[in-house]
């Protein structure tokens, strides 16, 4: 078993309809406008109970970086604020809250399909793309009226650091993480504002430009969302974060660094194939050629490992990258638990009505959860070492000097993989944050379910792993994988989409293959002894 792949924003949260498109909407829905539905108070906490009694049933890692008390409390709180008044987009923005408090990055909370078509309809989005940079909210786009680059104050009056802090919270990331939230704001600005603060019919930007005086203001029309994603297709950011969106042009590649004793090994995913598949095998023979070249060339010293696109992937691909770097043997996790013995609550799980759907479903999880757990002292079901092997290094591993590019994007599998790089190599480690846990995440097979009075839909996988990775002192419980080096972006990185990550590690290597100390930071985390 292996970490899934972690949706992008186009495909996640809001942006993910999933099988909810296929369950029936709720009867009291037939008839009249979606978006302006109200919900009984009483149906509003059926759900709000049904979802609790779903999380604590399914979702082993509900308690992960929370207490009971504190989920109790918080669970407690979305129903105290239950009225009769409230729309499916009120309820949304409970179930939002708690699902972001749990702390998941693969809790992910969808609107009805009818819901969500009004509310892209509508001209009611702000326009342009932004993005978050060295803390300061930007304007992503050459093609708006205000300046490229714009540092925006406020919006409609509301100050960009309560933006970030308010808007980030329906992009759900692992325990404490806050940088992966950057990647949701980059692409879904304008949705998570209509979430939070309700349709606009203009905006009023407060900005500021470097080298002129005051701030300025400009007013600019509300848009339907499908104006908004052909900005976004068009931001000005694209050369350099296209991979965090879209499928990069080539999943992996190789290439030596000319006039360098280094070689760049680039794996943009682990969506690749599950062991026994062509896409598999394609990609264990590229790895054994490349690392074949390394063993058989002893002048190429340093290899940079760039995974800053991988959002995750499928069965033993991250671990089987990690048998190069190895220096000894390893599992993918310590353990990994599941909170029940059946599928709970199936009557709710998003299925169209086709009862051998649902049944194949639930046979299929009942079946790993046979041939891959066992029941531990406290009920929960325990990971068998049968299901979690022993992985040996590969003969031809790498022996030479090892660097490793991160980024808010690495989730699931591919921060797993990060994590195993950090915790179990030499490597230096240079980017930004991870939004996957550096010592666990919650992975493997996908639950959904639809809550029946509102039609929202809330998934979430549901085994907790424990990642086979040491403790380390710069390495704090709830955090994502941290840089030996933080390097990010700055506004005139920004403007000129340049890599200060990638230029950055290359001037390190060729400073210590040349004998210079390093340039930047102190190397920050070091292994507990």
Same mark, same amino acid.
């Given at each position: 078993?292996?970490?899934?792949?972690?949706?992008?924003?186009?495909?996640?949260?809001?942006?993910?309809?999933?099988?909810?498109?296929?369950?029936?909407?709720?009867?009291?829905?037939?008839?009249?406008?979606?978006?302006?539905?109200?919900?009984?108070?009483?149906?509003?906490?059926?759900?709000?109970?049904?979802?609790?009694?779903?999380?604590?049933?399914?979702?082993?890692?509900?308690?992960?970086?929370?207490?009971?008390a504190q989920m109790d409390s918080a669970f407690a709180a979305a129903r105290a604020q239950a009225t009769d008044g409230m729309t499916v987009i009120d309820v949304y923005r409970l179930v939002?809250?708690?699902?972001?408090?749990?702390? =998941?990055?693969?809790?992910?909370?969808?609107?009805?399909?009818?819901?969500?078509?009004?509310?892209?309809?509508?001209?009611?989005?702000?326009?342009?793309?932004?993005?978050?940079?060295?803390?300061?909210?930007?304007? %992503?786009?050459?093609?708006?009226?205000?300046?490229?680059?714009?540092?925006?104050?406020?919006?409609?009056?509301?100050?960009?650091?309560?933006?970030?802090?308010?808007?980030?919270?329906?992009?759900?990331?692992?325990?404490?993480?806050?940088?992966?939230?950057?990647?949701?704001?980059?692409?879904?600005?304008?949705?998570?504002?209509?979430?939070?603060?309700?349709?606009?019919?203009?905006?009023?930007?407060?900005?500021?430009?470097?080298?002129?005086?005051?701030?300025?203001?400009?007013?600019?029309?509300?848009?339907?969302?499908?104006?908004?994603?052909?900005?976004?297709?068009?931001?000005? =950011?694209?050369?350099?974060?296209?991979?965090?969106?879209?499928?990069?042009?080539?999943?992996? !590649?190789?290439?030596?660094?000319?006039?360098?004793?280094?070689?760049?090994?680039?794996?943009?995913?682990?969506?690749?194939?599950?062991?026994?598949?062509?896409?598999?095998?394609?990609?264990?023979?590229?790895?054994?050629?490349?690392?074949?070249?390394?063993?058989?060339?002893?002048?190429?010293t340093d290899l940079l490992v760039d995974v800053r696109a991988n959002g995750g992937g499928d069965d033993n691909n991250d671990m089987h990258t990690f048998a190069y770097l190895a220096h000894?043997?390893?599992?993918? %996790?310590?353990?990994?638990?599941?909170?029940?013995?059946?599928?709970?609550?199936?009557?709710?799980?998003?299925?169209?009505?086709?009862?051998?759907?649902?049944? !194949?479903?639930?046979?299929?999880?009942?079946?790993?959860?046979?041939?891959?757990?066992?029941?531990? &002292?406290?009920?929960?079901?325990?990971?068998?070492?049968?299901?979690?092997?022993?992985?040996?290094?590969?003969? %031809?591993?790498?022996?030479?000097?090892?660097?490793?590019?991160?980024?808010?994007?690495?989730?699931?599998?591919?921060?797993?993989?990060?994590?195993?790089?950090?915790?179990?190599?030499?490597?230096?480690?240079?980017?930004?944050?991870?939004?996957?846990?550096?010592?666990?995440?919650?992975?493997?097979?996908?639950?959904?379910?639809?809550?029946?009075?509102?039609?929202?839909?809330?998934?979430?996988?549901?085994?907790?792993?424990?990642?086979?990775?040491? &403790?380390?002192?710069?390495?704090?419980?709830?955090?994502?994988?941290?840089?030996?080096?933080?390097?990010?972006?700055?506004?005139?990185?920004?403007?000129?989409?340049?890599?200060?990550?990638?230029?950055?590690?290359?001037?390190?290597?060729?400073?210590?293959?040349?004998?210079?100390?390093?340039?930047?930071?102190?190397?920050?985390?070091?292994?507990?002894?």
């Amino acid at each position: 078993m292996a970490a899934r792949f972690r949706l992008g924003p186009w495909a996640a949260g809001v942006g993910w309809v999933g099988l909810a498109a296929c369950q029936p909407q709720p009867a009291a829905q037939q008839g009249a406008p979606a978006l302006a539905r109200v919900v009984p108070k009483a149906r509003v906490l059926e759900d709000l109970v049904l979802f609790q009694r779903i999380k604590e049933a399914a979702h082993a890692g509900i308690y992960k970086y929370r207490s009971k008390a504190q989920m109790d409390s918080a669970f407690a709180a979305a129903r105290a604020q239950a009225t009769d008044g409230m729309t499916v987009i009120d309820v949304y923005r409970l179930v939002v809250g708690i699902t972001n408090f749990e702390g =998941s990055l693969h809790n992910d909370t969808a609107l009805p399909a009818a819901v969500r078509a009004e509310m892209h309809a509508a001209p009611a989005f702000f326009p342009y793309p932004v993005k978050l940079v060295a803390g300061q909210l930007l304007l %992503n786009t050459a093609r708006g009226p205000l300046p490229l680059g714009a540092l925006i104050a406020s919006i409609n009056g509301i100050p960009a650091r309560r933006l970030v802090r308010e808007l980030g919270r329906y992009y759900t990331t692992d325990g404490l993480n806050t940088t992966g939230k950057t990647v949701g704001l980059a692409a879904d600005f304008p949705e998570y504002y209509r979430l939070e603060y309700g349709p606009q019919a203009a905006f009023v930007v407060r900005y500021t430009v470097p080298g002129r005086p005051g701030t300025l203001a400009q007013t600019m029309p509300a848009v339907p969302y499908r104006a908004y994603e052909q900005a976004f297709a068009a931001r000005h =950011s694209k050369p350099f974060d296209d991979a965090f969106f879209n499928d990069a042009p080539r999943k992996y !590649t190789f290439r030596l660094l000319p006039n360098r004793p280094a070689a760049v090994l680039t794996v943009n995913t682990f969506d690749i194939g599950e062991a026994g598949t062509a896409g598999h095998r394609r990609y264990a023979a590229f790895l054994d050629s490349c690392f074949g070249l390394l063993r058989q060339t002893p002048a190429i010293t340093d290899l940079l490992v760039d995974v800053r696109a991988n959002g995750g992937g499928d069965d033993n691909n991250d671990m089987h990258t990690f048998a190069y770097l190895a220096h000894a043997p390893f599992r993918e %996790n310590k353990g990994a638990t599941v909170s029940f013995r059946q599928v709970p609550c199936r009557r709710y799980l998003s299925f169209e009505k086709n009862t051998a759907e649902r049944a !194949t479903a639930v046979r299929e999880i009942a079946g790993l959860l046979r041939t891959d757990f066992a029941g531990g &002292p406290n009920g929960q079901l325990h990971q068998t070492a049968r299901s979690n092997p022993v992985f040996q290094p590969r003969p %031809n591993r790498f022996r030479g000097r090892l660097y490793l590019l991160i980024s808010p994007r690495l989730a699931s599998a591919g921060s797993m993989f990060a994590a195993m790089v950090r915790g179990r190599t030499a490597a230096t480690v240079i980017g930004e944050e991870t939004m996957g846990g550096y010592y666990g995440h919650t992975g493997h097979g996908e639950l959904a379910y639809t809550l029946p009075n509102t039609g929202i839909q809330t998934s979430f996988y549901w085994v907790d792993l424990q990642q086979d990775v040491p &403790p380390r002192a710069g390495q704090p419980f709830g955090r994502g994988v941290l840089p030996d080096y933080p390097v990010a972006q700055s506004r005139a990185d920004f403007l000129a989409n340049r890599d200060p990550q990638l230029a950055f590690a290359l001037k390190l290597m060729a400073a210590r293959a040349a004998g210079a100390a390093p340039t930047r930071g102190p190397r920050i985390g070091a292994p507990k002894h």
